[in-house]
């Protein structure tokens, strides 16, 4: 077809000039919907005015295969909409870096460094900071994204087209091929189809994981380390600072066992290949071009003596010096890179598990690539060329110092369920087969933990084979162990232990982690070498972690193991199942109170305490702006040291695209370092006793309202009939089932179904339920001065703050007529009639309190930028969620296998453009 006519043919459907050379302030998001619209007409023409039309068309009379055409539609709109605004969000950034400065670029390192001079803060106070500072977001596969790969690449094409359509160096002619190639992408993807036809592997969820280091973050995480050294330098110009690789990332794709029977030890250590193999192949790729680019002649920039004794010596050891420099004669840096290369490969070749030669020179650790990289810098910038060093040879150094040989460092998680079994079978395999073994929580199971963890292993191993659950078990252990003393021993990260409820549980899995050979001699001493991380969920986890921690940090294996490992305990903190134990105001404070309470803990054990922070994408699981989130984390509880899990439809919305996966890690790090540096210089200045004691109250009185709704008998039964809950479980969009151990109660429920269910049926209890009765109840005893207290807290305390916040855009969200619609599938009329109208009135209420604290006349006012991405959202989701709504009734009525099945992928895409619509609901 030829390219001209079809890019006319585009033009011609978009009339408005400002389209074509993108003037309009929305000219992407306008000219992607124009486009999705041709596409539609060439191959469905008849399902256009659902797209044109607005919330009064209806697809209730198509056909299953017509309606299943135009969800697909609705949701390819949400997607192409999300990437106009990422593209309207980072073209808003360049303008204020333009015309103002990095400055006052609010969520750059420029604008905390110059607000931290401002406040006083010194360069050594910075330096100290600097070599403590620790970031580390990790990637998690979580049952809420469902985009394949395939469209992934295709969105991010669309993305990079529209980046180049914003050049203003295009003729009219190239400006039209650009528009017909992105026309084309959106074809490609209304061919491609966005649901999986089989629930992904484990090894798809790896795959996708590290699509996105390959996309965007292996080449802009580098960039990090160069913008806050930039920043530096400009405020403080007569210092030099030290950057530390501070900025790495984790993950638990393939290491999570947690409640996913398909995480086992040959997966896991398919996964730690694949992790390996694509940070050795972007290295490769990236040397490949540098050794392209330096054609530095000796007889142009003489090389320095140093470097030419270290030349030859690679030379020599690579058993091909003299093909090497015939190759390049006269180009050292380009042998001395030939030499990098060989070793590489050879690397390579290890990590894929193919056997070299005896005597091939290869790297055995990152850190030797790392020196050779130093080596090159330092003669580069001897011979007077510092820039080439800084800006070709140090971003391919700094990127091997993040990702090293691993890519990411794998965490393993499981629950004490899972190991608590495989150590009691420990006990039995010691010889103590007759009877049961201790009571769980006795102090005779302390005292033989204990004693099993003094005494040496036996020689040979355990006496009695143990049960195949607690063998799998301990070769998770026995595995890390193997590959840690192997190719990178930064591949693990830490072991999680689920459903941390006593010291015993920590002492369990060293047990295990012993057994396993992660046990070292340090100085005489035992000490274990995988960092040991409890995880405390619920909310009685959380009132129950510092006496477990302090408890825990007494014991000297313990401490000793902490400190070998760098000298911090790590806790993970849960705010999904939290969350959905108490409600979101008591999760919100309980999991602060603990962070205040485990940091007192760690800092009178001499052991301090960093947090892991265990978030979702929705506001219920813990998702916040990033900036606001972690200024609203307690004074003194980060201190430069932070992780966060990023799940679900988070990690393509932030790390798809090279533009916005760099302004999202700024935004972390920056955040990490505003709040190590000025958190408790304002703590000090604005003592929050009074404010901790309103919170205090407004978290029971939260959590009281939110319990009677949970425990109303015939709340599972409505939530059941009233959400696609069962529904979910058909779209293949994550390998680990919804529920713990095959259970069906509420209680064991996973919190991310419960979450996403709830945000389907546009009920979205988990983002605000009781928060209206807390502050009616708290008004009711306090009166007028307590109005006051609410006031101030809301412009004063950054907690309280985020709380309202976050609150009143949920409150937005929620629609009670769409609501009730979803209430209308629950068959029992009492059931319904009770359980809707305690969510109805609660809502009036919720509503009512949160705008007398707030000053909004409506929900969602004070923020412009989200009702305008709701606004253009808001009438479709709702269309569609309506027509869930009959597509569950007609699902669920059908006794019919064969018209099931004709509406089933219907059905799945309207869960997909919902979740598409509100954006992170899961």
């Not at 006795?442 to 004693?451: I, T």
């Not at 707030?854 to 989200?866: L, N, V, Y």
Request: proline share 5%.
């Amino acid at each position: 077809m030829n390219e001209d006519v079809r890019a006319s043919d585009v033009v011609d459907q978009t009339s408005n000039t400002a389209l074509i050379t993108g003037t309009s302030p929305k000219y992407a998001a306008q000219l992607l919907f124009e486009l999705l619209l041709d596409v539609v007409r060439r191959h469905e023409p008849a399902i256009e005015p659902i797209l044109t039309g607005g919330a009064e068309i209806s697809i209730a009379e198509y056909s299953p295969e017509l309606m299943a055409r135009a969800l697909s539609a609705q949701g390819i709109w949400f997607q192409l909409l999300s990437i106009a605004d990422q593209n309207a969000t980072m073209r808003r950034r360049r303008h204020i870096e333009r015309e103002r400065g990095r400055d006052d670029l609010l969520g750059s390192f420029d604008n905390v460094i110059d607000g931290a001079k401002s406040a006083g803060v010194g360069p050594r106070e910075i330096e100290t900071l600097l070599q403590n500072l620790r970031i580390r977001p990790v990637i998690t596969a979580h049952p809420t994204e469902s985009k394949r790969v395939t469209v992934l690449e295709k969105y991010r094409k669309i993305y990079l087209l529209l980046l180049e359509l914003e050049n203003a160096r295009w003729t009219k002619r190239e400006r039209y091929t650009i528009i017909a190639n992105i026309r084309d992408q959106i074809e490609l993807v209304w061919m491609t189809g966005e649901l999986h036809l089989q629930k992904p592997k484990v090894e798809h969820e790896v795959l996708r994981g590290l699509h996105f280091f390959d996309e965007a973050l292996f080449d802009r995480a580098p960039e990090v380390l160069e913008l806050l050294q930039g920043a530096l330098k400009r405020h403080y110009p007569d210092e030099q600072f030290d950057l530390p690789p501070f900025f790495q990332f984790g993950s638990w794709i393939g290491g999570d066992r947690d409640g996913n029977p398909f995480v086992t030890t040959e997966v896991t250590g398919w996964a730690l290949r694949k992790n390996a193999m694509a940070a050795l192949n972007y290295y490769h790729g990236r040397l490949v071009a540098l050794a392209r680019s330096m054609s530095i002649s000796q007889r142009a920039l003489p090389i320095p003596e140093a470097f030419k004794e270290e030349l030859a010596r690679e030379l020599r050891a690579s058993g091909d010096g003299e093909a090497i420099a015939e190759r390049n004669p006269g180009e050292p840096y380009r042998q001395f890179l030939t030499c990098i290369l060989r070793k590489l490969d050879a690397t390579m070749q290890r990590a894929n598990v193919q056997e070299i030669d005896v005597g091939t020179p290869h790297y055995t650790n990152a850190d030797e690539l790392i020196h050779d990289l130093r080596r090159m810098e330092r003669a580069l910038s001897d011979a007077n060329s510092p820039n080439i060093a800084n800006e070709m040879v140090r971003p391919v150094r700094r990127a091997v110092e993040l990702f090293r040989f691993s890519t990411v460092r794998l965490d393993l998680r499981e629950n004490t369920t899972r190991t608590t079994q495989a150590v009691q079978a420990l006990w039995g395999s010691e010889g103590n087969s007759e009877g049961d073994p201790p009571e769980l929580g006795s102090p005779e199971w302390r005292a033989w933990l204990l004693q099993a963890l003094a005494r040496p292993l036996p020689d040979g191993g355990s006496n009695e084979p143990l049960p195949p659950e607690a063998e799998e078990t301990i070769a998770m252990f026995t595995q890390a162990a193997e590959i840690r003393r192997g190719l990178d021993p930064d591949s693990y990260g830490s072991f999680i232990i689920s459903m941390t409820r006593s010291v015993d549980d920590i002492l369990g899995a060293y047990l295990l982690a012993k057994h396993g050979g992660l046990f070292l001699d340090a100085a005489g001493t035992e000490i274990c070498s995988l960092p040991i991380v409890p995880l405390f969920e619920t909310i009685d986890d959380l009132r129950a972690a510092p006496a477990i921690m302090r408890e825990a940090l007494a014991i000297p294996l313990i401490r000793r193991s902490t400190r070998w490992q760098g000298g911090l305990q790590e806790v993970m903190l849960g705010y999904s199942d939290s969350n959905k134990d108490g409600g979101y105001v008591a999760a919100n404070w309980e999991l602060a109170k603990a962070q205040q309470q485990l940091t007192r803990v760690g800092e009178r054990a001499g052991t301090p305490i960093s947090f892991f922070h265990g978030r979702g994408g929705s506001v219920s699981r813990g998702g916040a702006p990033t900036g606001r989130a972690i200024a609203a984390q307690p004074a003194g509880s980060i201190r430069g040291r932070f992780r966060v899990t990023e799940q679900g439809e988070v990690v393509s919305s932030k790390y798809a695209n090279k533009g916005t996966a760099l302004y999202q890690m700024e935004l972390l790090a920056s955040s990490v370092l505003q709040h190590a540096l000025m958190s408790e210089r304002e703590a000090a200045l604005k003592p929050s006793g009074e404010f901790d004691d309103a919170l205090e109250a407004l978290s029971g009185l939260s959590r009281v309202a939110y319990d009677k709704l949970l425990s109303n008998p015939n709340l599972v039964e409505y939530f059941q009939a009233a959400s696609p809950l069962e529904e979910i479980s058909l779209l293949n969009i994550g390998s680990r089932p919804a529920r713990r151990f095959g259970a069906s109660s509420l209680k064991d429920l996973r919190a991310i179904p419960w979450v996403f269910a709830w945000s389907q049926n546009r009920h979205m209890i988990t983002n605000w339920y009781g928060v209206g009765s807390a502050i009616q109840s708290f008004l009711d005893v306090r009166g007028e001065k307590g109005a006051r207290l609410l006031g101030d807290m809301f412009n004063e305390s950054r907690l309280m703050r985020l709380i309202v916040d976050e609150v009143e855009k949920a409150l937005a969200r929620v629609d009670l007529r769409i609501a009730r619609d979803y209430a209308s599938l629950v068959s029992d009329e009492r059931v319904r009639e009770e359980i809707f109208s305690m969510i109805e009135q609660e809502y009036a209420l919720t509503k009512e309190m949160v705008l007398s604290i707030s000053g909004s006349a409506f929900p969602g006012e004070r923020f412009e930028q989200f009702r305008a991405s709701l606004a253009d959202r808001l009438s479709t989701v709702n269309q569609v969620s309506r027509e869930q709504v009959e597509l569950l009734r007609r699902f669920r009525a059908s006794e019919n296998e064969q018209e099931r099945e004709s509406l089933k992928p219907a059905l799945l895409l309207s869960i997909n453009t919902v979740a598409a619509g509100l954006g992170a609901t899961g």
